[in-house]
């Protein structure tokens, strides 16, 4: 029955393939759902079988890219070292590329890496030309339960702010006291220049001194808060091992992050996000045990897709990634995590990159690094040590755009004009935020480590206030296409800001965001507030009404 509707989807094709599947045969009814769904929105498929060498599967992808519209693989299967000997775990898995480490030794890596991008390259240049994930599933049911939670992501999850939040636990790098500030300013820097100013970046950082490190007893807490919330990615950056990230470091003591055994804790399957872990092994597949993405993965709360590095990962590498994902999303646009990946990629193997990020990534790498002739080669490594674990067809959220108008110096303690251009109507949200890595308070400064409870509640307190932009805010309906209202600038803010607008219907599951620069200055005896029609009262001649 399963091979009978498989022949007539390939039999059917008008043209070649755009997905090709590689999967077990007992894997295939487990697949109808997701093969119907994506057939609604115009894939077309191809199926490969499992029961072949790696070369042999490559050389089945090939036959069906000659065909000329190929985009994505997908890798059915988990790929375990006992399939080398178990016949009945090799009929359930399909085999990992291993590829050799050239960088990675060097390092204290495994000799080998398993590498999925080898499935996805054409033309034997080490750049893959495919859009390529696995989905790691054991069994029937293992894989239903991860196709499930996709067609979810897609289908029925609502859109709203969680889709314009980018969420960052950061561990302390630990190579040394002069790289580590490098890479610290790096990375705020990256972050304040790559992500647009509407998108909420929260930071949970391992470094006791910084203003973005809760209490060290509480930062395995914050970690889960900072994934249950809901966001488009999280991100993780530090150093991590197959089955947990790296403890959170004081004098003295450390304290645990995250763990394999703690995915019972992942609550976000409202608004599961997009994990990044820019960390070592924690991507380990070929493992003879799961590795903490694919239980992330796999846990009923987690992401809904995971990408990881499978043996040692270097902060050079892994920025270049980022710094091509970023790209990917915001300058791009592309529409599916297979397509982000794919560009991110081939960002990372460019050697004549464009733009002013990436360049920077390679003058201080050629500075910092101790090896600064293997460059070109760690990146290409890293094309191979990062796996996506999950549908490469997953369609990103991208909220859509409006158009914010004010003027663009204002006094503290005014009142400021604000007009959008919508989308839709529905409920407004307006805010008024510092830029990414812009602190509004000043942050405390801790000296010797001490865990008393007063400087536990301190720490807690400024991790909360650093990771708050909003100056102040305030909710609107907008009955129609056209938004006005105002916002009293607080007294205390200064500089340059942003005037933040979100709009969501949730009946129709839209959102909208925009953002618009502003600079403010100290009071002034010529200030005056706008009209007071602006002020809360009675819907307006258009269509407004304020709560």
Request: with cysteine; charged share 20%.
């Amino acid at each position: 029955m399963v091979a009978s509707w498989l022949l007539i989807l390939v039999s059917a094709l008008p043209a070649g393939p755009d997905t090709v599947v590689v999967s077990p045969p007992q894997f295939l009814d487990a697949l109808r759902p997701w093969v119907a769904h994506r057939a609604a929105q115009g894939h077309r498929f191809a199926f490969v079988s499992n029961a072949g060498t790696p070369d042999q599967i490559r050389m089945a992808i090939r036959q069906h890219a000659r065909l000329g519209a190929l985009k994505y693989v997908v890798l059915v299967g988990d790929a375990e070292p006992a399939a080398r000997f178990d016949a009945a775990v090799r009929a359930r898995t399909v085999p990992a590329h291993m590829r050799k480490a050239v960088v990675d030794v060097k390092w204290g890596s495994s000799p080998t890496l398993p590498a999925d991008s080898w499935y996805a390259d054409l033309d034997d240049d080490d750049i893959p030309d495919l859009a390529i994930g696995r989905l790691p599933a054991d069994g029937p049911r293992d894989l239903a339960n991860m196709l499930a939670k996709t067609l979810a992501y897609e289908s029925t999850i609502r859109p709203g702010g969680w889709c314009h939040r980018i969420s960052f636990v950061a561990g302390l790098g630990g190579f040394g006291t002069f790289i580590d500030p490098v890479l610290e300013m790096a990375t705020r820097h990256f972050l304040s220049d790559g992500i647009p100013p509407a998108y909420d970046t929260p930071m949970t950082y391992g470094n006791w001194r910084s203003p973005y490190c809760p209490s060290p007893d509480s930062f395995h807490t914050a970690t889960l808060a900072s994934f249950n919330e809901g966001c488009l990615f999280w991100v993780y950056i530090g150093h991590g091992y197959p089955y947990q990230l790296d403890r959170m470091r004081i004098p003295g003591r450390s304290f645990h992050i995250l763990n394999t055994s703690d995915m019972y804790k992942l609550n976000a399957a409202a608004t599961p996000p997009i994990a990044i872990m820019l960390a070592c092994y924690t991507g380990a597949f070929d493992q003879p045990l799961d590795c903490l993405a694919e239980q992330m993965l796999r846990a009923p709360g987690g992401p809904v897709a995971v990408l990881a590095g499978s043996r040692v990962t270097m902060p050079y590498g892994m920025a270049v990634l980022g710094n091509g994902l970023m790209d990917a999303y915001f300058q791009h646009h592309v529409a599916t995590l297979g397509e982000a990946v794919l560009t991110a990629k081939r960002h990372v193997a460019d050697p004549n990159p464009v733009g002013t990020n990436r360049k920077l990534l390679d003058l201080m790498a050629a500075a910092l690094s101790p090896d600064a002739g293997s460059l070109a080669e760690e990146r290409a490594e890293h094309i191979a040590l990062f796996n996506l674990l999950g549908d490469p067809l997953t369609r990103l959220y991208y909220p859509q755009k409006l158009t914010v108008s004010i003027n663009s110096r204002a006094s503290a303690g005014s009142y400021l004009e604000v007009r959008a251009t919508l989308p839709f109507p529905g409920r407004c949200t307006v805010q008024l935020v510092v830029p990414h890595g812009t602190l509004r308070m000043k942050p405390p400064r801790f000296g010797a480590y001490t865990d008393a409870p007063a400087t536990r509640r301190a720490r807690n307190n400024a991790y909360v206030a650093a990771n708050d932009r909003c100056w102040t805010s305030r909710q609107v309906r907008a009955n129609g296409h056209a938004l006005l209202t105002a916002l009293q600038i607080p007294t205390a803010a200064r500089g340059r800001c942003y005037v933040v607008v979100a709009v969501e219907d949730t009946g129709q599951r839209r959102y909208a965001l925009g953002a618009a620069k502003i600079s403010i200055r100290a009071p002034s005896a010529a200030d005056r507030p706008v009209e007071a029609r602006l002020h809360d009262g009675p819907p307006t001649p258009m269509g407004l009404s304020h709560r």
